[in-house]
């Protein structure tokens, strides 16, 4: 019995090296194939919190947090952003600590009716938030870029899109923060007031590097040109759009993964498995 311990904690930490080293390399990738460059403070908009937001969930905080904080911060150095690597290790690695932290650790049981007017709080706020960016600065000609990183040509797509295509995408996620607080068990609203404590405190940190500490380690022409307020619409959009498709995959990925183990389990336990 005494090594019954050492055994079970071994794959653990072979689980949680593996699951880092995936993940990283997630979201190195995420944040590097779909960027739009934002003028006024030199960074760039990216998807990459889908991924960061995924292994946090997924993996918990630890793997949350490296993940996050490296493979962005590779992805910073990859597009040629070096003087956001710093900030970005550890304001995305706390990123990734605080959505693992709270989703696995913090947040107690609710019963489901208190779930219910959760969710319907919680889909008013954010189909809210994402209508407003994206009405007001996600609308008419857009110019993202894909690849320009690893050798990937860099390919720019021009997109015209018009305002009412945010109202349908803030109804649909109404919609479904609605059904998954109505229709499932409270993890998933736990997943979601995760990631928007962990989105808010990217929004924050961001803001407070741009403000303070590029000031002191950016060239001149950039922080005579530093606008932090002009990122904050954009940060807010990727933590909106990191949450609007993170938890439905982490909640399928689940899915698949218990019908596997209820599989491999209902295997072991027939008449005549194992048999001697």
Request: proline share 6%; no cysteine.
């Amino acid at each position: 019995m005494s090594s019954a311990g050492p055994q079970l904690r071994k794959p653990l930490r072979t689980r949680q090296v593996a699951g880092a080293a995936v993940f990283t390399a997630f979201v190195a990738a995420a944040t590097s194939v779909f960027s739009v460059t934002i003028p006024a403070t030199n960074g760039y908009f990216n998807v990459g919190e889908i991924m960061v937001y995924t292994s946090a969930l997924l993996m918990g905080p630890y793997v949350g947090a490296f993940a996050g904080g490296v493979g962005s911060m590779i992805s910073d150095l990859s597009l040629g952003y070096p003087y956001y690597a710093p900030g970005t290790l550890v304001i995305k690695g706390l990123e990734g600590f605080i959505v693992g932290y709270l989703s696995t650790r913090v947040f107690p049981a609710v019963s489901r009716t208190g779930w219910r007017g959760v969710s319907v709080a919680a889909g008013a706020v954010f189909s809210s938030a994402l209508a407003y960016v994206g009405v007001v600065f996600l609308s008419g000609n857009l110019s993202p870029t894909l690849g320009d990183a690893w050798g990937i040509p860099a390919i720019t797509v021009n997109l015209d899109v018009p305002f009412i295509f945010w109202f349908v995408v803030a109804a649909a996620a109404f919609a479904a923060i609605v059904y998954v607080g109505f229709r499932h068990q409270p993890k998933s609203g736990l997943s979601v007031l995760s990631v928007l404590l962990g989105g808010s405190e990217m929004v924050a940190g961001y803001y407070i590097y741009e403000s303070f500490v590029l000031t002191l380690i950016a060239p001149a022409s950039f922080t005579a040109t530093l606008a932090p307020l002009t990122e904050v619409p954009f940060n807010i959009a990727q933590a909106l759009i990191g949450l609007l498709v993170a938890v439905p995959l982490v909640r399928s990925i689940r899915r698949v993964t218990k019908g596997r183990e209820n599989r491999m389990l209902g295997s072991a336990q027939a008449p005549g498995a194992g048999g001697k």
